[in-house]
């Protein structure tokens, strides 16, 4: 069975201070990875990785994916109140042309003053 | 802004009761699907289609029924409520230019069994 985990499942840090959250997964097709951010409401899309190595940057966040070791790192750097959310993690699957996307659990990120 | 509206935003209902939850897009996308959000288990797919009067399940489709007979509308419909359904629900769409997978969420709608 497919599925994406995402760790930790929480974490509480202070401004300032760089966090990194972890996706791996396990999908037979897999095509790409999809971060997205979710504050009180829908979630947003960040970034879509498909290349093992290269690095998505959008100022002070940052991704990369592994695909020979099934996962991905999305890091946060100078971390500021407003990055305070839910960051979701989901994975492509190349099976069918329906471009569905499987989801991990969520990492629930507090970032206090 | 993907031009995504779902109505009701929120509602409660009894248990036993048929429901009805619409998805509104603006800008003739031939892909939308819709989720649930719980916690401790991120979005999971319920249904979605690929056009008018194309639907096929996701992964938690026990108890949902889905019809799209206009482009611009997607309709989740939970025909007799359980409190087990009791969740937000994501409608999204993927937009149809380009080679690009990524979903664009709606609002939510916030829905209670009780």
């Known amino acids: 069975e497919d599925k994406v985990v995402q760790s930790p499942l929480s974490l509480v840090v202070h401004e300032g201070d760089t966090v990194t959250l972890n996706c791996s997964y396990e999908?037979?097709?897999?095509?790409?990875l999809l971060w997205y951010k979710q504050e009180k409401k829908a979630p947003t899309f960040l970034f879509m990785l498909?290349?093992?190595?290269i690095e998505k940057k959008s100022g002070r966040l940052s991704s990369i994916l592994d695909k020979k070791e099934l996962f991905s790192i999305l890091n946060i750097t100078a971390t500021q109140t407003g990055d305070s959310a839910i960051y979701l993690c989901?994975?492509?699957?190349?099976?069918?042309?329906?471009?569905?996307?499987?989801f991990g659990q969520g990492t629930t990120l507090q970032v206090k003053p | 802004d993907a031009g995504i509206t779902q109505s009701p935003r929120h509602k409660v209902t009894e248990t036993g009761t048929p429901v009805t939850l619409r998805c509104h897009q603006t800008?003739?996308?031939?892909?939308m699907y819709w989720y649930r959000q719980d916690p401790g288990h991120g979005l999971r797919l319920i249904h979605y289609?690929?056009?008018?009067?194309?639907?096929d399940k996701g992964e938690v489709s026990d108890g949902y029924s889905v019809s799209r007979s206009k482009t611009e509308d997607f309709l989740l419909t939970l025909e007799s409520a359980t409190s087990s359904q009791t969740s937000v629900y994501f409608c999204?769409?993927?937009?149809?230019?380009?080679?690009?997978?990524?979903?664009?969420f709606g609002p939510g709608t916030r829905l209670t069994v009780t």
């Open positions: 999204a769409i993927r937009p149809s230019s380009g080679s690009t997978y990524e979903q664009y």
């Open positions: 999908v037979t097709n897999f095509r790409s």
């Open positions: 498909t290349s093992s190595g």
């Open positions: 989901a994975v492509r699957d190349g099976s069918s042309n329906t471009g569905k996307l499987i």
């Open positions: 800008e003739n996308h031939r892909y």
């Open positions: 289609s690929y056009g008018v009067k194309d639907t």
